[in-house]
């Protein structure tokens, strides 16, 4: 089964083409290092909880949306060779000349990877 990282993000909601425009530039560096797929998602119903929920995990404030992403890889030992390559990459450096600024707090995003157990298609 495949491998996933999962990435949850507050982003300034006037922010929302820029983050589609920096996903679209950077994104296909994953696929270029092996992974099978990516997708961003961007909040639509993200209800708050009683004890914990979305938008408390990455401390978003009322003028931001949850973005949800994932990569999803074929297997661990290519995610981790890739995301290695990743952060060695000059085109994921956000302070280098021509690289699109991060239109998000990067520190405030959480993530992990996820050993893929159970899988139901259509």
Do not use: C
Request: hydrophobic share 40%.
């Amino acid at each position: 089964m495949s491998y996933i990282d999962g990435f949850v993000i507050a982003v300034p909601t006037a922010n929302k083409q820029k983050f589609i425009e920096h996903a679209r530039q950077l994104d296909p560096i994953f696929i270029e290092l092996g992974a099978l797929r990516v997708i961003e998602g961007w909040g639509d119903d993200v209800p708050d909880g009683k004890l914990t929920d979305f938008r408390r995990a990455v401390q978003a404030t009322a003028d931001e949306t949850v973005a949800f992403s994932w990569v999803e890889w074929p297997d661990k030992a290519t995610r981790d060779a890739g995301m290695k390559k990743m952060m060695e990459d000059p085109r994921m450096d956000p302070s280098a000349p021509g690289n699109p600024p991060m239109p998000f707090d990067g520190k405030r995003m959480i993530f992990g990877g996820f050993e893929q157990v159970v899988e139901v298609k259509a």
